[in-house]
């Protein structure tokens, strides 16, 4: 009886945090956590608010790759807006017990498409849309580079209050016309962390 008794009680605990939080990750034995995207293909992460590593089923002071599902999407909440998108490859790394930094990797078809897409980001993320619209002419050039291969890379920074945030574009450089590129997007949250104001609870639930 004893036994029944806990199975449901940590099934219900399990129904609980999944409703509260609206994401489709489970948590499991904190000695073999469970993954991210362990019982869906959508992550749903409020960033605003400092993230406990266990509650996601991470370890406290690592990088993690994570496993991710072909279809994968995540919807970030911000501290102004959200922003949502496929991914294609996802890294977590934790500080003392609590997300630190949140990377995704995508692949668009050129750079064009390229810069499109981080035009439309741009406002959220807080990040200048004329600097990245510029990738689509860096894009262009090294489409048309020589033969010696290369990779032509770039660096946008910007926040959304206090997550930091970067947009990183990369290609082969000598492909030609439709060169796909690589989209690596950072959010940074020590400051989400470090800075929560007194009373707010340090164990922020996703949502």
């Known amino acids: 009886m004893a036994t029944k ?9 399990v129904l609980a945090l999944t409703v509260f939080t609206g994401c489709t990750f489970r948590v499991g034995d ?18 605003t608010r400092p993230i406990e590593a266990k509650v996601v089923g991470l370890p406290a002071d690592e990088m993690e790759i994570l496993e991710v599902p072909d ?12 922003w949502s998108g496929r991914i294609e490859d996802m890294t977590v790394t934790t500080r003392h017990g609590y997300l630190d930094t949140v990377d995704i990797f995508w692949t668009e078809a050129d750079g ?11 406002e959220v993320l807080g990040v200048d849309a ?17 033969t010696h291969e290369t990779t032509e890379k770039a660096n946008y920074n910007g926040s959304n209050g206090r997550v ?21 997007y950072r959010f940074y949250l020590r400051n989400v962390v470090e ?7 340090r164990t922020s639930p996703t949502r």
């Open 71 to 82: 279809d994968a999407t995540v919807t970030f909440t911000l501290p102004t807006d959200a």
């Open 112 to 122: 064009q498409a390229a810069a499109d897409r981080m035009v439309a980001d741009a």
């Open 30 to 47: 904190p000695e073999e956590p469970d993954p991210v995207f362990g019982q869906g293909s959508s992550v749903r992460w409020d960033l």
């Open 164 to 184: 930091s945030t970067a947009m990183k574009p990369s290609m082969r450089t000598s492909k030609g016309k439709g060169t796909p590129v690589r989209l690596f």
């Open 5 to 13: 008794r806990r199975v449901l009680l940590a099934a219900v605990a």
């Open 195 to 201: 800075k929560t104001e007194p009373g707010v609870p």
């Open 130 to 146: 004329a600097r990245v619209a510029g990738w689509a002419g860096i894009a262009q050039r090294a489409e048309t580079a020589g």
